[in-house]
């Protein structure tokens, strides 16, 4: 499955964003989604996971209560809705698949990545 990541870009403190993933070249709810992110300097990290029916949600303690992730299915495109935005979020976010029924926050447990869109948080 290819993952196309988009919506990233420059925001001030406070404001909102909406990260979408597209995924084209296989069924996409076959595939439990995740989103991750990567500061400078810092090791990737689990934002929010979903399971492949959208049953199932995991959001990092962090963003709990202020990211939202969920999936069209028939629109292949898992989404993470971003309010109320820290500077400390900046980061290049990612989308990630995983070939099973369950979401997982580690990292290994994902088969595809999308490239990454930027978040820039100003203060």
């Known amino acids: 499955v290819q993952l196309q990541a988009s919506g990233g870009g420059l925001v001030q403190a406070g404001g909102s964003l909406r990260l979408s993933c597209a995924a084209s070249?296989?069924?996409?709810?076959?595939?439990?989604m995740g989103w991750f992110r990567q500061a400078p300097g810092k090791e990737r990290e689990i934002v929010a996971a979903i399971s492949r029916g959208g049953g199932n949600r995991y959001h990092v303690g962090f963003v709990k209560g202020r990211f939202t992730i969920s999936r069209d299915n028939a629109e292949n495109t898992v989404y993470l809705q971003m309010n109320s935005l820290k500077p400390e979020d900046t980061a290049v976010y990612y989308c990630?698949?995983?070939?099973?029924?369950?979401?997982?926050?580690?990292?290994?447990?994902?088969?595809?990545w999308g490239q990454g869109t930027q978040v820039t948080v100003s203060s």
């Open positions: 070249g296989r069924t996409f709810s076959d595939y439990a």
């Open positions: 990630a698949a995983r070939l099973s029924g369950s979401s997982s926050y580690y990292l290994e447990d994902y088969n595809y």
